[in-house]
């Protein structure tokens, strides 16, 4: 582990400290380097990758081996974050065995420092026994988009006060069971602040409001280059996708108009060498 690279102790301190915690998603090597670059405390390498990288209508289809691959990724462009790898549906829910397999398997293949898994109470023994084989573990609850279909879609969560106070059970469930931080996922804003005050792990807000202990968001939202779908709660940065197609563009139109490549992007031959050729070939 690099020296200065973000630890575990540093994320719980940033609580203490009321300090914001910063936490972003990344798929790929150059998006690792930019994230480490803009000083980012976290960098999840997401299921959402499914969806906003792969062209996948969910997550539940994303496996070890995709998460594997963009991890390994991530990790060469990370050197101070600290990286999170996303433990995909079905990879820890069948049981504990299975959960600490796949979640070294994360570790020691793709190489993250962390692993996350989505669930509340019902996952605390799963989070309790993947901690105990010594992997930290972050949890994720309020929206699970793993299992939205049964939470009756990409909705809010903990709208009436029994389903608020069942998000507040799971996040102290998780605390129990021993993760370093949470994700809180599309909740009222209040409900937010409740949460981060009822735990004293950090609580990571994505729809959450302001008042938790850091943000995070899926990088292809925040930058406009994911369009299919932008979430109430994302904020858009830039708009990099209109660029990127612009840029294309005019590179279409300087082939088709034979423009580009310019002598400044041509490798020259000597003339000499070229002379020589023309008289080999015609012989
Ligand atoms: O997969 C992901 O990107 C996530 C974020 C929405 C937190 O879980």
Known sequence: MNQSQITIQAIKQAK?????????????????????????????????????????????????????????AVVRGCK??????????????????????????LMKEGGCDVVKLEGGTDFAPIVAGIVKAGIPVQGHVGLTPQTASALGGFKMQGKDAQAAKRIVDDARALEDAG??????????APLGKIVSE?????????????DV????????????????FTPKFVKQYTQIRPTIIDAMKAYKEEV?????????????????????????IQD
């Open 179 to 188: 993760v370093f931080s949470m994700i809180l996922e599309a909740v009222p």
């Open 80 to 105: 101070r974050p600290l990286v999170v790898g996303d433990m995909p549906f079905m990879s820890y829910n069948t049981s504990v065995r299975d959960a600490i397999i796949n979640a070294g398997r």
């Open 198 to 210: 009822a735990v004293s792990v950090p609580v990571i807000g994505i729809g959450a409001g302001s």
């Open 213 to 228: 202990d850091g943000q995070v968001l899926v990088t292809h939202d925040m930058i406009g280059l994911f369009d299919k």
């Open 16 to 72: 203490k400290d009321q300090r914001k915690l910063v936490m972003i998603t990344a798929y790929d090597y150059p998006f690792g380097l930019m994230a480490d670059e803009a000083g980012v405390d976290i960098v999840l390498v997401g299921d959402s990758l499914g969806m906003v990288v792969m062209g996948l209508d969910g997550t539940v289809k994303v496996t070890m081996e995709h998460m594997i691959h963009h991890i390994k």
């Open 256 to 280: 088709v108009k034979k423009s580009f490549p310019a002598p400044e992007h041509s490798f020259s031959m000597p003339e000499q060498a070229l002379e020589e050729l023309k008289k080999m």
